[in-house]
């Protein structure tokens, strides 16, 4: 038998959410139902809110209600750190322990997909080099991530400022039973003296 | 470092979907924020319709757009299935295999958290009884669904009306080796002649 048609439609949009199934996305749906109209309308005004007040920090590039986001006004412009999406200086900012700024590029090259570097971040990057020391690559260790930090570092390493890359090695907790070799061998590349 | 206002209210907001934790909620957000927003604005669309639209079915209580639901308009009624919430109905009629209609209690008996026969949709399965030949107890066997089960069936067996209770045993595809002591039991009992 055939749900409702706002049920369906409603269980769709759920479905385009990253990782969420037809299942999932139907609790959604029916968690939606047994709110009261008051929290749904709360809901929807703060998706729409995100949309209206959320955009890219004039220097960085990250998301912000501002001109120029927090991290860039108030941190150690000296040291910035590239990562490729917004989400991923969530992640490394949670560390607490780095004091420098980010750049977000919003992506990594990639011919086959069609983009190049005009279609990056990066001229917004070059232009806040000045008095930087170093610039740290941070983004993903796979194809498009470690062609993204070689094209930058050959762009940046002229300009006399270091460039360094997020060391390679075991995770943390993991088993390096079960490490790959590629893991394994950027974890012997890089050893340190104890 | 904080991130936006409007970004942490939103991940509170899906924080309060099933199942969905602090970093899934983030995940959502930010998708949301890649979205365009006529994306959003459809997707907060649906959330408001499914709530203006969907209603409890006069008959069955499942949720509807209609007076009365699909099911109770043009299946068997003389077979009532009674569950304890819309999304069993859902599960249920996967199978395809049962012409009957249904009854959502929207609920089960639980005197600790103060939920009587009067907080559950039950008035109303007591008034369509009319012509049923079988009530088929389909809530959870849990001690809450079975003790909704067998209220409901001291109510109605005494009015002639057959009340049966879905089988338990041991579900397929899994391992008799991993399954519990109370539901082998049931099994054992249960067993069918081949």
């Known amino acids: 038998m055939k749900q409702p048609d706002s049920i369906v439609k409603l269980i769709n949009k759920f479905s385009s959410l990253p990782g969420v199934g037809l299942k999932t996305a139907q609790r959604f749906a029916y968690s939606i139902i047994d709110m009261s109209e008051a929290e749904v309308s709360d809901f929807c005004d703060a998706m729409m809110s995100v949309k209206s007040n959320v955009h890219l920090c004039a220097e960085c590039g990250n998301f912000t209600e501002k001109e120029v986001c927090d991290i860039c006004l108030q941190r150690d412009k000296s040291v910035i750190c590239v990562v490729a999406y917004p989400k991923d ?9 780095y004091r420098g700024v980010y750049h977000v590029l919003h992506g990594t090259l990639s011919p086959l997909d069609g983009r190049g570097p005009n ?4 001229k917004s990057l ?3 080099l000045d008095g930087v020391k170093e610039v740290i690559m941070a983004t993903n260790p796979d194809v498009e991530g470690e062609a993204t930090a070689t094209y930058l ?11 360094t890359r997020l060391a390679q090695g075991i995770s943390i907790g993991s088993d390096i039973e079960y490490a790959d070799e590629v893991t394994l061998d950027r974890a012997l590349d890089g050893r340190t003296e104890i």
Chains 1, 2 share one sequence.
């Open 119 to 122: 279609e990056l971040n990066i």
């Open 153 to 163: 570092a050959r762009l940046i390493k002229p300009l006399g400022i270091k460039v």
């Open 89 to 97: 200086v969530l992640a490394l900012d949670k560390s607490g322990t």
């Open 126 to 128: 070059l232009k806040r």
